[in-house]
């Protein structure tokens, strides 16, 4: 009876050591991210005292109609960019991971990780521009009479064409992040709820939720702030209003105007005080996800 007693601890013991080993590879390149993210805020936060009184700044940017508008665009084309990423790529990883494990056919989702984002940007407008391949092949099987005809997807005013070039982007990502866990799931909970009755949503919930739960946070976050903050992509294929709050930035810190460039400090600043914040929330809540999991809870 001890000697079976003492197997689970022993295992128990040899998992969080594994887990303390694993902290102590990743502390090296946290520290150092985490170190560069706070320089580039203290950076912001000094340049934007040295132009005025940050409080001030602040309001004179709340203040601007231009500012709201291209704040709400931006979280709109950034919240649907990474929810539709997210789904596709934890439904690509579940279809060649989750039972028959097809890496040969996984390996398809990573050659667009190899293409820089403002080359998939130019593939997007080559593809699906009044002018692009998608335009002229409609055209030709007589779908319609000219290019005029075919919807405007890219430099339109709703940002279908960002939407396209991000998600055709990171769905490989959510591939890369997810398939880890679908390698080494237990299927045990599946069976058991497949066993009971339960349909394919019920064994997704309860099966396959509670594993990827955390991973999805996460990655969710990196997408989320990545999107919301990147300029080049946005400036191939976004229309020139509404625009991308890494535009608008970029166009106060570069612009003729002088006075609007503390307006890129202060928000360059926020928002990378904001994302800090979510980042160390979402550390928070997603150890204590993992925790429960090795428990079995």
Not at 70 to 81: I, Y
Not at 126 to 144: D, E, H, M, R, Y
Not at 211 to 233: D, H, N, P, Q, S
Request: charged residues 15%; positive net charge.
């Amino acid at each position: 009876m001890q000697a079976m007693q003492s197997g689970p601890k022993t295992g128990g013991k040899m998992k969080l050591f594994k887990g303390k080993s694993m902290i102590a590879m990743l502390l090296p390149a946290l520290l150092v991210t985490a170190g560069l993210s706070f320089y580039a805020v203290a950076v912001l936060w000094t340049r934007l005292g040295a132009e005025g009184n940050p409080l001030v700044v602040l309001n004179d940017v709340a203040s601007l109609p231009s500012f709201w508008e291209s704040l709400s665009f931006s979280l709109g084309v950034t919240a649907v960019s990474t929810v539709l990423s997210l789904g596709i790529g934890v439904a690509a990883s579940k279809l060649l991971f989750g039972k028959k494990r097809s890496a040969g056919a996984g390996a398809l989702f990573w050659i667009p990780m190899a293409v820089p984002h403002f080359v998939g940007a130019y593939l997007v407008i080559w593809f699906f521009s009044q002018s692009g391949w998608a335009a002229s092949l409609t055209q030709q099987l007589g779908w319609i009479d000219n290019r005029t005809e075919f919807p405007i997807l890219t430099n339109d005013t709703s940002g279908i064409g960002i939407v396209l070039s991000y998600v055709w982007k990171e769905v490989p990502f959510v591939v890369l992040m997810t398939a880890p866990v679908y390698l080494e799931m237990n299927n045990s909970v599946k069976h058991a709820v497949a066993t009971l009755g339960g349909g394919s949503f019920r064994k997704f919930k309860d099966g396959e939720w509670p594993y990827l739960k955390a991973v999805t946070l996460e990655t969710g976050v990196i997408l989320f702030a990545f999107v919301f903050g990147a300029f080049e992509v946005p400036g191939l294929v976004g229309a020139t209003r509404p625009e991308m709050i890494g535009v608008t930035i970029f166009e106060w810190y570069s612009g003729g105007n002088w006075e609007e460039r503390p307006y890129a400090y202060a928000v360059s600043a926020w928002t990378g005080v904001v994302f800090i914040i979510l980042s160390a929330l979402l550390m928070w809540y997603t150890r204590r996800l993992r925790i429960r999991i090795w428990r079995g809870e």
